[in-house]
C-alpha cells in the first residue's frame, strides 16, 4: 500500500496507510498496555537495525521520555543494532534489578576495571551500559573521559574506567588517545573539523550496521540504474570509481557509502527525486547517486562535462572548465564504462 520495502528507511512524520477506515487495527490499540506492565517491572529490549527510541517506546507502550530518563539518553542519542535498552523504572523497579545484575558478572568484572584501567569498545556498547558492566558510575567513566552524555563513541576506542576508590587520580590524565576512523587529509587538503568530525560519525554508524557485499551493491546499482532510466554501465563506473563498491566508505569531506554523496548534494538528490533520502542506506546512497547522474547528464553539453560535474561541481566546471585532476576522472570513469559494457 506504501510501495515500501522490507528495507525501506522510515522516518518521523511520515504517514504510513493502514488500510481501509474500517480496518481492524483500532481495536487491537489496547494491546499496548500490556508491555507497560512487562515494563515496570523492570525488562530489556534490544535494539534491532531501523529502530528509533520513539518506535521503541510507542511499541511497548510507555513514553519516550521515560526511555529517556531509563537509560541517560535524550533526542541526540544514537543507538545501534544490538544495544540493550532498560524499559521500565519506577522506584521499585530499578533497586532489585541493580544488584540482580551485577550480581553474577561482579566478582569477574569490578576486579578488572582497576586492573586495567580501560575498556576497548565494541560495535552496540553505551557508555551506561559500559559503565554498568565495569561497577563504576557513568559519572565518573565521563568525567575520566572527558565525554558528555551526548558524545559519540567508537568501536575500537578505548577509554578510561576509574575505580571508586581511585577516581580522582583517574581524572587528571587527559583523554584516551583515540585514532579517528576518518583522516581530516585527502590529497593533500585538510578538512574543516566539524566535516571530519560529521565524517567519522558516519562511518561509526556504517561499521556498526549490516551493509551489503560488494557483489550485492553491484547489483542494487545496476537495478537502480536501470530502474532510474540511466546507462548502468555508467553508474557502475561511478561507483566502483568512487567506493569499489563497499557502502562503508567515508571519506574525509564526509561524502558517504557506495556513491560517495555529501550532505548537500544528498539534499539535492532527495529534491530530484521528491523523497527524502538517507544517505546510510545502501538503497537511499545509491538512488541519490543515480538521481544526480541523471540530472548531470540531462543537463549538461555533453558526457564528459556531465562526468567532471559529479566530481568537482557542475558550476565549477562550467565557471572555470575541467581541472587536471578532473580531466583525469573523467577519464577514469570512461575506462571503467567499457568494463562494465
Known sequence: MNELQANTIIYPGQKIK???????????????????????????????SGDTLGAIAARLGVKLSEVFGWNGLNLGSIIYPGQQIKIGGGTAAPAPSAPAAPAPVAPASTP?????????????DTLSGIAARNGVKLADVLSANRLTMSSII?????????????????????????TPLVPST???????????????????????????????????????ARRMGVDPSLALAFAYQESGFNHRSVSPANAIGTMQVIPSSGEWASDLVGRPLNLLDPYDNVTAGVAIIRQLVRTSEDLDTAIAGYYQGQY???????????????????????NFS
Do not use: C, W
Not at 493502514?18 to 534490544?46: I, N, Q, R, W
Open 154 to 178: 567508537y568501536p575500537g576506542q578505548k577509554l578510561a574506567l576509574p575505580g571508586a576508590s581511585i577516581a580522582p587520580a583517574s581524572s587528571t590524565p587527559p583523554a584516551a588517545t583515540v
Open 112 to 124: 578488572a576495571a582497576p586492573a586495567s584501567g580501560s575498556y576497548t569498545i565494541k560495535s552496540g
Open 18 to 48: 493502514l488500510g481501509a477506515p474500517d480496518a481492524a487495527p483500532e481495536p487491537e490499540a489496547p494491546a499496548a498496555a500490556a508491555p507497560t506492565a512487562a515494563a515496570a517491572a523492570g525488562s530489556v529490549y534490544t535494539v534491532k
Open 186 to 224: 585527502f590529497l593533500g587538503f585538510t578538512y574543516p573539523a566539524a566535516v571530519v568530525n560529521s565524517a567519522n560519525e558516519n562511518k561509526a554508524l556504517l561499521n556498526a550496521s549490516p551493509v551489503p557485499s560488494r557483489e550485492e551493491m553491484k547489483t542494487i546499482v545496476a537495478d537502480t
Open 316 to 338: 565549477s566546471v562550467s565557471k572555470y572548465g575541467m581541472y587536471d585532476d578532473t580531466k583525469l576522472y573523467v577519464e577514469s570513469i570512461k575506462a571503467h564504462q567499457k
